[in-house]
T-cell receptor, first 114, second 113 residues
Framework: KAGVTQTPRYLIKTRGQQVTLSCSPISGHRSVSWYQQTPGQGLQFLFEYFSETQRNKGNFPGRFSGRQFSNSRSEMNVSTLELGDSALYLC?????????????FGPGTRLTVT | AQTVTQSQPEMSVQEAETVTLSCTYDTSESDYYLFWYKQPPSRQMILVIRQEAYKQQNATENRFSVNFQKAAKSFSLKISDSQLGDAAMYFCAYRSGNTPLVFGKGTRLSVIA
C-alpha cells in the first residue's frame, strides 16, 4: 500500500506570494493532519481534517488555511507569505481521529520564502 | 494546555550499547496515549512505539522499550543494541481525546561506530 505523498517536495517562493501544498493520504485513511516543523519552534500543529470537516485547528494566523476533498486528499494554503513561514510542512494520515489512531507521516514539503 | 518536554537536545551512543531518551509531560487527563516518533535524516517520520496510559505494562517493540511512570508523568525510550540506522531525531508526543498530537522539541541521537 502506498504511503502518504506530498507535493511538491521543495518550493521556493517570494514574500507576499501565496502557496498551495498537497497531501494524498494512505488509501482508506480519512483523517489528515498538517504540521509545521522549524528548528526553533519544533513541530507545531496546523489543522486536522476528517471526512472533509476540520476537526482541530492550531494557533496559526488566518493566512494559513486548508481543506479536504471527498477522496480524502488535502491541501493547505498560505497566503501573503512571510520569511518566517519557511519550514518543513508535514502531512500525516490516519484511519480516524482520536488518541489511539496512529498517524502516518509523509516526507514533507520544504518551503523556502525569500 | 498539555506540554511535552524533552530535556536532552542531543545524545550519542556507541554502536551495540544502550541509550535512554527522556520525556516528561504535563496533563490533567487520565486517559491518553504517548508516542515516540523517529525522524531520520531523510525526514520521513515513523512511529517507533506507543503506550496507552491505562496500560500498566510498558510497551516493547524489538530493541525499543519504554519506561512509563504515570504518576511522575515520565515516558522514556530505551534503545538496546544501538545500530547506525538508529541515528535520527526522536520526538516524544502526547495525545488525549480528539485533541491534536503535541510534540516535544526532540532529541538528536548520534550513533558512533
Amino acid at each position: 500500500k502506498a504511503g502518504v505523498t506530498q507535493t511538491p517536495r521543495y518550493l521556493i517562493k517570494t514574500r507576499g506570494q501565496q502557496v498551495t501544498l498537497s497531501c494524498s493520504p494512505i488509501s482508506g485513511h480519512r483523517s489528515v493532519s498538517w504540521y509545521q516543523q522549524t528548528p526553533g519552534q519544533g513541530l507545531q500543529f496546523l489543522f486536522e481534517y476528517f471526512s472533509e470537516t476540520q476537526r482541530n485547528k492550531g494557533n496559526f494566523p488566518g493566512r494559513f488555511s486548508g481543506r479536504q476533498f471527498s477522496n480524502s486528499r488535502s491541501e493547505m494554503n498560505v497566503s501573503t507569505l512571510e520569511l518566517g513561514d519557511s519550514a518543513l510542512y508535514l502531512c500525516a494520515s490516519s484511519l480516524a481521529v482520536g488518541r489511539a489512531s496512529e498517524q502516518y507521516f509523509g516526507p514533507g514539503t520544504r518551503l523556502t520564502v525569500t | 494546555a498539555q506540554t511535552v518536554t524533552q530535556s536532552q537536545p542531543e545524545m550519542s551512543v556507541q554502536e551495540a550499547e544502550t541509550v535512554t531518551l527522556s520525556c516528561t509531560y504535563d496533563t490533567s487527563e487520565s486517559d491518553y496515549y504517548l508516542f515516540w516518533y523517529k525522524q531520520p535524516p531523510s525526514r520521513q517520520m515513523i512511529l517507533v512505539i506507543r503506550q496507552e496510559a491505562y496500560k500498566q505494562q510498558n510497551a516493547t517493540e524489538n530493541r525499543f522499550s519504554v519506561n512509563f511512570q504515570k504518576a511522575a508523568k515520565s515516558f522514556s525510550l530505551k534503545i538496546s543494541d544501538s545500530q547506525l540506522g538508529d541515528a535520527a531525531m526522536y520526538f516524544c508526543a502526547y495525545r488525549s481525546g480528539n485533541t491534536p498530537l503535541v510534540f516535544g522539541k526532540g532529541t538528536r541521537l548520534s550513533v558512533i561506530a
